[in-house]
């Protein structure tokens, strides 16, 4: 069993030289001092395998969690708008929201697209629309998470781009003149995540193996070139937002990470090569004594699985680094002030469960796209929590309690038995695909709602509590009034025209190269990357792409009956 000291000496001290406490002194209002971490009777510390109490040493004595407020609507400029007043408000890291289109791999102008052009995200046809959309901030110098995943290498390749443009001298905001350092330099996250799109979401595009070779082409790319990028966020949260527990979240989420560890094992790359670029996203619910130990067990599981099932070596590879968010289907249209305070209570159980990033969401989500000012409310409370509550001078401080061990050792064991249910059926694309997974996430999303309809389980202001009738957007008092974001109806035909001006100024020839040979790529063997860079570097758009995969890969069509 480790010792105290044996962690001091190994792991602490050299931590601390690597990143310097954020203050020389951690002690609470009454001036009891705080320690690095209390408690060791089990003999797990932070910073060590299996990682119960937090991945690094220090935790958030040496820095805060990265505030990354989702956000992206209508054009690439309004966004950008957004992006910068976000960071304005003291925001630490961005996170992009794209349109539906956008997310299925279609241009602004695709009749499938009418009327949902801007509306759930930003829209990005073409490289200029993402040159708009980080118009003056520095992309070597933010971490960006993108939520996208059937075409996600596509937008990654973008967003590549447009970094090498800023070290060509497009942008003023930088000095590096060097393209290949900049893209070395690039943090921040591609969501990737394709299986739980399958499994829970709906936006997917290819059939599953096509886009496990996408997935695993992004693995190799970024590990050679962008090697401070995490090349997937295996997500929990959509699969949460579908309606699954707590322990289906974690189950599923590393069942699907599996898969892809042992797509790219069968690709021929090395686990210690790109596992320390695989992170994760967990939904931060509201039974608060659960989701902390959600995601303490979340964490000592996948460091016992990438050990134990593949043999890992690097302790990073071992390290679930995780991004989290408020849980929107907490979040009722009825008397949304109330959303403030679920909100608070997820993003503290997401902290005290050790978290590398999180968003917190709005109150007047569950009615319409945020305001600025429900926005800027909702980062405050990171900012509150952060540097008002005290939690962070400490690291895992509900560590040793013995309602947070018992959860966290029963969801770990509950998961574990899971994901044994899910290998013996042959994996976690074999029980997607036979919709054994969709099945059981159905059922728990009948059986909560079942509980809310008999008032076995309280919703406050819904099932019980509730005010007098009056609309949203019309109570509470004067200067509290909900007020309304709504995106411009005239985004959608302000985009067609920019994206006919775009397709007007190229050499139909040049064009008709690129596609050939994005087409000769896809149906061979070599990493796609290089050449969607190139591509869009070219003039393709978004849609164009997806339609050459399209024609190659083909499109999925998902069980007929679950």
């Known amino acids: 069993m480790r010792t105290r000291q044996d962690w001091e000496r190994e792991t602490l001290q050299p931590a601390l030289k690597r990143a310097a406490p954020r203050r020389a002194v951690f002690e609470t209002p009454s001036g009891i001092p705080l320690d690095v971490v209390h408690g060791d009777d089990a003999g797990e510390f932070p910073g060590e395998y299996p990682f119960t ?12 969690w990265t505030m990354r407020q989702y956000a992206g609507y209508a054009t690439a400029q309004e966004s950008n708008q957004r992006y910068r007043y976000l960071l304005a408000q003291g925001q630490t890291g961005l996170s992009v929201a794209f349109d539906l289109p956008t997310q299925l791999a279609m241009d602004a102008d695709d009749p499938l697209a009418a009327g949902e052009v801007g509306k759930v995200g930003v829209s990005i046809s073409t490289l200029d629309d993402m040159r708009e959309l980080f118009n003056q901030i520095p992309l070597d110098r933010v971490s960006t998470s993108m939520t996208i995943n059937a075409p996600a290498a ?16 497009a942008a003023q905001h930088t000095t590096d003149r060097d393209p290949s350092a ?11 995540d394709i299986l739980k799109e399958y499994a829970a979401r709906g936006l997917y595009v290819f059939p599953p193996q096509p886009s496990m070779r996408l997935v695993t082409d992004v693995f190799a790319y970024c590990k050679d070139h962008v090697p401070h990028w995490n090349t997937i966020s295996i997500s929990g949260y959509h699969i949460r937002e579908a309606g699954s527990t707590a322990v289906q979240e974690v189950a599923f989420t590393l069942a699907n990470a599996i898969a892809y560890v ?10 210690d090569e790109f596992a320390g670029q695989l992170a994760f996203f967990f939904n ?16 000592r599981l996948w460091a016992k699985i990438m050990r134990e099932r593949f043999g890992a070596q690097d302790p990073r590879s071992c390290m679930l680094r995780f991004h989290a968010q408020t849980g929107g289907s907490t979040l009722t249209a009825q008397q949304p002030m109330n959303n403030i305070a679920r909100v608070t209570l997820q993003a503290l159980a997401a902290v005290l469960g050790g978290a590398q990033s999180l968003h917190t969401n709005s109150m007047d989500e569950a009615l319409w796209l945020p305001t600025e000012a429900s926005v800027r409310v909702a980062l405050r409370t990171q900012q509150i929590i952060a540097h008002e509550s005290g939690v962070a001078d400490t690291v895992d401080p509900l560590g040793g309690a013995f309602t947070i061990e018992y959860l966290t050792d029963e969801i770990e064991a509950r998961a574990a038995d899971l994901i044994r249910q899910i290998d013996a059926m042959g994996g976690a694309v074999r029980a997607i695909e036979n919709g054994w997974m969709q099945a059981q996430i159905a059922e728990s999303a009948y059986q909560y709602q079942k509980e809310i309809e008999s008032g076995e389980r309280v919703i406050v202001g819904v099932n019980q509590f509730q005010d007098d009738g009056h609309a949203p957007d019309e109570s509470g008092p004067a200067g509290q009034r909900q007020q309304r974001f709504v995106v411009d109806p005239a985004v959608e035909e302000r985009q067609r025209q920019r994206l006919a001006a ?30 969607l860079i190139a591509c869009v570097e070219g003039g393709l758009t978004v849609g164009e792409i997806g339609r050459v995969l399209r024609n190659i890969f083909g499109e999925y069509h998902p069980p007929t009956a679950i």
């Open 502 to 531: 775009w397709r007007a100024q190229r050499n139909p020839e040049h064009v008709a190269a690129l596609m050939q040979r994005l087409e000769n790529t896809a149906r061979g063997n070599d990493n796609i990357m290089p050449c």
């Open 284 to 299: 931060a619910h509201n039974h608060f004594l659960e989701e902390v130990a959600k995601f303490r067990a979340a964490r």
């Open 154 to 169: 596509i937008l990654l390749a973008m967003y590549i781009a447009v970094a090498k443009e800023q070290a060509g001298g």
């Open 182 to 192: 900049i893209v070395s330099r690039l943090r921040g996250t591609v969501q990737n």
């Open 262 to 271: 042992e797509a790219a094992r069968a690709a021929g790359l090395n686990i």
């Open 53 to 64: 109490r937090g991945i690094h040493p220090t935790m958030y004595r040496s820095r805060f």
